[in-house]
């Protein structure tokens, strides 16, 4: 098993500039997120999904759109970059509601 | 929403040296993750465990729900063990334990040779 994989690795973006991450995850999880990380800080939720062609909101929702049309995979879109949105993202994913989540590598995104 | 402090913030110590980091949170939790994030940035899980003890070679965890915090313990620390170390909770009142983990800010860990 590959566990939680995360597409691109790195990526630079101008102001104004849009984009998709791409988290693929291929031990059947129910259960979805994208999270993003600060210098500093802990994670913060963007978008989760409880199931193939759901999405909810997290704490940090704006700026972000995402989409679920296949259970294996959980896309989060920047339609108008902001250097704002300078940070890592983390996809994470588990079974249901009573077991551990386990993340992705990550996406280091530079907005400028 | 769920509050998770983490102490303490920084810790510096010597290879060989025990340690213990600690974890409150403010409301009952229906899951808690402790995670090792490596230099690298990657996020590796050390426990599950919303409640009890468990253990893992050199590391072990216990949680006490009834009062609302989780050590994780790490005996004979080597320069490997360092990183930043995070709790992370998901509130049993909040969208049912569906939306996510409620992370702490870390601790911060080096070990020196």
């Known amino acids: 098993n590959a566990g939680v994989t995360q597409t691109p690795k790195f990526r630079v973006l101008k102001t104004g500039q849009s984009m998709t991450l791409l988290c693929a995850q291929d031990m059947n999880h129910e259960y979805m997120y994208w999270y993003r990380q600060d210098p500093g800080m802990g994670l913060r939720l963007i978008h989760y999904?409880?199931?193939?062609?759901?999405?909810a909101k997290g704490e940090v929702p704006d700026g972000y759109n995402v989409s679920r049309l296949k259970k294996q995979n959980f896309l989060l879109g920047l339609e108008s970059a902001a250097p704002s949105q300078t940070s890592v993202y983390f996809c994470?994913?588990?079974?249901?509601?009573?077991?551990?989540?386990?993340f992705g590598p990550g996406t280091r995104l530079t907005v400028t | 929403g769920i509050q998770v402090e983490q102490s303490p913030p920084d810790l510096i110590l010597q290879e060989g040296a025990n340690s213990t980091l600690r974890c409150n949170f403010s409301?009952?939790?229906?899951?808690l993750q402790w995670f090792h994030q490596n230099p690298w940035g990657q996020l590796i899980n050390l426990f599950y465990i919303p409640s009890g003890t468990k253990q893992n070679g050199r590391l072990s965890a216990t949680t006490v729900a009834t009062e609302r915090y989780s050590l994780l313990y790490i005996s004979s620390s080597q320069t490997t063990d360092s990183g930043v170390y995070f709790c992370?909770?998901?509130?049993?009142?909040?969208?049912?334990?569906?939306?996510?983990?409620?992370f702490g800010k870390g601790t911060h860990l080096i070990i020196q040779p």
């Open positions: 999904s409880v199931g193939e062609g759901t999405t």
């Open positions: 409301d009952s939790v229906n899951n």
């Open positions: 994470a994913s588990r079974k249901g509601l009573h077991y551990e989540q386990y």
């Open positions: 992370a909770v998901a509130s049993t009142y909040s969208g049912g334990g569906a939306d996510g983990l409620t």
